[in-house]
Structures are given as structure tokens and as C-alpha cells.
């Protein structure tokens, strides 16, 4: 193997060591909180490492999050609380294409942490735009208010070579098997766009402050023009998700 090969996989290697390393982050600000019963605080940061694996169900962080919040009323409980719900979820951007998200409109269930963007791996498409969201959420979150998506997660995503697309062909389909069911990819964003607004109403069981804040977003990214990966990113930010 030559030098340079070596030199490419172990560069390889340290980042996706790196990445695997984000679990540890938000560890530090709760161990040391002293909110709570004696060594509750420390016990809940012991497990954020585990609902922040690649294979942990990613509604667990949310309600991990609830479990901070509920240790005290001073801001740098608030502080860390949010600091675990912004926090990336690992995944292998070589398996998949985008993380995982908690498809329960119900957490967090703490009114102050709702509206919060998570970090994502900087492998994901338009992962710049959301990571900015997710520093602007946690001085600004999301309106989230009110909102009741049911039985779906109405977000969208974009991948290049699904079946029957050339390999560096990227298309958009929604996230959410039900929504998705019987929907063809596509290129144009705004015929996915339109058929997850659509689905709250079909099949969701969404209430109204969904569907409009679907409609909404709808409304901004065809005005917008914007036909680039990146609208994936900004229609789910618009939705809180």
C-alpha cells in the first residue's frame, strides 16, 4: 500500500473518530450541575453518552433532556438541558445520508425546550444551514407552539442514486414511510413539499397550527426559488424539526 493511501485512510479514520467523539459534548455542563438530589445530576449525565449512539432511538435524548430540565429552575439547568437536546446524535454518514430525528411531536415536553434544532455531522447534505439554525435556536427557538403532527414526521430529505436515478442524481422524497407511501422521488422539491402538506390533512391526523405552519413553509421556499439540497434543511427547520 503506498504512503499516500495510508496517509488518506488513517485522515479517514481520526474524522470519523472525531465525530464518534460528539456523544461526550453536552456531558461536562450537566455533571456539573448541583440542581437536584445528591448525585442525580451526575447520574443523568452518565446517559447521555448512550442516547446519543448512532442506534439509540433519538426520541430518548428529548426525553433525557425533560429528566435535566425537571432538576431545577436556574438557568444553568435550562442551559444544559438545551445543551443535550441541540446536541448531534452520531450515525455513519457511510450507511445512511441523514440522522435520525424523534418522530414525537410531544417532546421535549418541557415548554423550554421545544423549538430547538439539533446539531448534525457536517457529512449530511446542507448541514451548514442547519447547524446554524441550531446555534440560532438556542437563544431564538423555533416556534413550535401548539403544533401536532399525529401519526407522521413531516420532514424531507435529499439523496443522490436512489433506485432507478443515475448515481450523482440527488432527488427529495419525505422522510416518513406514511406520508411517502405510494409518492415517487422527484426532483423539484416543491412537488415533495407539497404532498407532506398534503398528508396532514389525508392521513396525519395533523391539527391546524401544523397544516398552516406547513402551508407556511410551503409558501417561503417556492417563493424562494431555491431548488438545492439545501431546501431539505430549511423546510425541516421551518417546521421545527
Known sequence: MSYSKILLISAVLAAVEARFGQEQVPVQAVSS???????EAATLAGGIPGVLLAAADPCDKLTLADKIAALGTGADVLDAAKGVVAAEQNFNPFVVSVPAICGDASLP????????VPLVDPAVTGSDAENANSAASLQNPFDATGLSVAECTPTIDFQTGRAGRKADEGTFLPTDALVAQGQQDALNPNIIINRVCDQLT????????????????????????????????????????
Open 33 to 39: 450541575l448541583q440542581a437536584g438530589n445528591p448525585g
Open 109 to 116: 415536553a418541557t415548554e423550554a425546550l421545544r423549538g430547538i
Open 202 to 241: 389525508n392521513v396525519c391526523e395533523a391539527n391546524d397550527a401544523a397544516k398552516t405552519q406547513c402551508l407556511d413553509a410551503k409558501a417561503q421556499i417556492l417563493a424562494s426559488g431555491d431548488k438545492s439540497a439545501d431546501v431539505a434543511t430549511t423546510f425541516n427547520g421551518l417546521l421545527g424539526f
